[in-house]
């Protein structure tokens, strides 16, 4: 049989934000500092809270664009009342402290790359000179990682490529000129298998299970092969050109 | 009791796009369900009661209902990845922030519908335990609980998530966005 909890769980939620009156919130304080069942309860409501509080997506200049169309044409129709100020810009600057200081307590201490740091190499600049073609195989890049040759793919030129080690992988990049001046960064993060997490649009061809997403700015298409992690990512880039990257990374069927 | 000024409704849209892939669990949904509430709204001369966001969220809600009856009508189709357009330049240079804040609103969106109307409405829009009360025509006492019990599964979705990095993620197939 569960305890009954011996404290409200609505008092706990409003002091975990702050909405909590001053005479009650001092009380309740001190009730937890008494208690660990008390202080666990109240350190999610807060790591919650904060979470929340970080988030700061956003609209998409596009949606922007339509509502203030939208707006616009409402304005016109109607006699325009008093402009109110807000506090919006203050409120700015706490989120974006708030959301650095998130970022820090999340990104470190990773046991494993994640894929947006993969993605940051991908969107990196290359510090080699590109790889040449394998003569052996001109459909390939004399350059591998996990056993994985990059693709000498038509329509994309080779500009240069990287090599760098996060959590102890490997992570070889090479950067490719794409249809419409675009820039696409393929990386190979050689060993188990990269979390990709957050949704996005999953497709199965030929076997391989791919998955696209954007990465705020970024269009990243990602998939395992050989048992590591392919990613090809980049800004500006349609997902039919990362999918003829990808395509040409495939083996040959036999 | 006022008018609502169209003028002064932009301010609110950042929150409530965020309010909105909460509640859809995809970006580009959310950009839909947006447009559509705003449409809505400007339609016609409204007088506000209480604050505007408030209306906004109630606005939000009554239109993410209506698109889930409409959409259940609607043969569904599947997008293909090739057919995916490149993402919105500034949505921001970050991927690791991108990653995080898809990975947060989307575990919301995988709540239950009454804990994801809470915690959207008070920690995501803002709005104070009386407003989401009224806006989402519950008692405030029932609002504060299905907040407590969210944010306590969000907490522990996402402290179990750091426990188990390493392990894949699931993605539907009939998706059409990229969240």
Redesign the interface.
């Known amino acids: 049989m569960t305890e009954q909890p011996q404290f409200s769980e609505a008092e706990l939620a409003r002091l975990a934000d702050g909405s909590l009156p001053a005479p009650r919130r001092s009380e309740l304080r001190a009730q937890v500092s008494d208690s660990p069942e008390l202080a666990a309860a109240l350190a999610e409501q807060e790591r919650a809270v904060s979470l929340m509080r970080a988030l700061d997506e956003p609209a998409p200049a596009a949606l922007r664009a339509r509502i203030d169309e939208l707006t616009g044409s409402a304005t016109a129709r109607r006699p325009r009342p008093r402009r109110r100020w807000t506090l919006g810009v203050s409120a700015s600057v706490a989120l974006a402290i708030a959301i650095a200081a998130v970022i820090v307590l999340a990104t470190g201490g990773t046991a494993a790359p994640t894929l947006p740091q993969t993605v940051r190499l991908t969107l990196a600049a290359a510090t080699m000179p590109a790889p040449s073609v394998d003569a052996a195989d001109r459909g390939r890049l004399a350059l591998s990682n996990g056993g994985i040759a990059f693709p000498n793919a038509s329509g994309f030129q080779t500009t240069g490529a990287r090599i760098d080690t996060v959590a102890g992988r490997r992570i070889a990049t090479v950067f490719y000129g794409g249809p419409d001046r675009t820039r696409v960064g393929y990386a190979i993060v050689s060993g188990a298998p990269l979390r990709v997490s957050g949704g996005g649009l999953v497709q199965w061809y030929d076997g391989v299970r791919f998955t696209g997403k954007h990465l705020g700015s970024t269009s990243v298409l990602t998939w395992q092969q050989s048992g590591h992690t392919c990613v090809l990512a980049g800004r500006s880039v349609t997902g039919r050109t990362l999918m003829a990257l990808a395509e040409a990374s495939q083996p040959e069927s036999s | 009791m006022a008018?609502l000024?169209?003028?002064?409704?932009?301010?609110h849209?950042?929150a409530?796009?965020?309010a909105a892939?909460a509640l859809c669990?995809?970006?580009e949904d959310a950009?839909d369900l947006?447009?559509e509430t705003?449409?809505q709204v400007?339609a016609r001369?409204r007088v506000v009661r209480g604050g505007e966001r408030a209306y906004l969220m109630q606005a939000l809600r009554n239109t993410f209902y209506s698109r889930l009856r409409t959409a259940s009508r609607r043969p569904q189709t599947v997008?293909?990845?090739?057919?995916?357009?490149?993402?919105?330049?500034?949505?921001?240079?970050?991927?690791?922030?991108?990653?995080?804040?898809?990975?947060?609103?989307?575990a919301i969106a995988q709540l239950p519908e009454d804990f994801r109307l809470a915690?959207t409405a008070?920690?995501?829009l803002g709005l104070?335990?009386a407003e989401a009360a009224k806006a989402l025509d519950a008692g405030e006492?029932t609002i504060?609980?299905r907040?407590?019990?969210?944010?306590?599964r969000?907490?522990?979705q996402?402290?179990d998530?750091s426990q188990t990095?390493?392990?894949?993620?699931?993605?539907?197939?009939a998706?059409?966005?990229?969240?």
Request: hydrophobic share 35%.
């Open positions: 008018r000024d169209p003028d002064s409704l932009a301010q849209l950042d409530l796009y965020r892939w669990g995809s970006r950009e947006v447009q705003f449409a400007l001369p997008a293909m990845l090739e057919d995916v357009d490149p993402a919105d330049p500034r949505s921001g240079d970050r991927p690791e922030r991108a990653a995080e804040v898809g990975e947060i609103l989307g915690i008070v920690d995501i104070s335990y006492a504060t609980t907040l407590y019990r969210a944010r306590q969000i907490a522990r996402f402290s998530q990095r390493g392990s894949s993620a699931e993605g539907s197939a998706k059409r966005s990229l969240a």
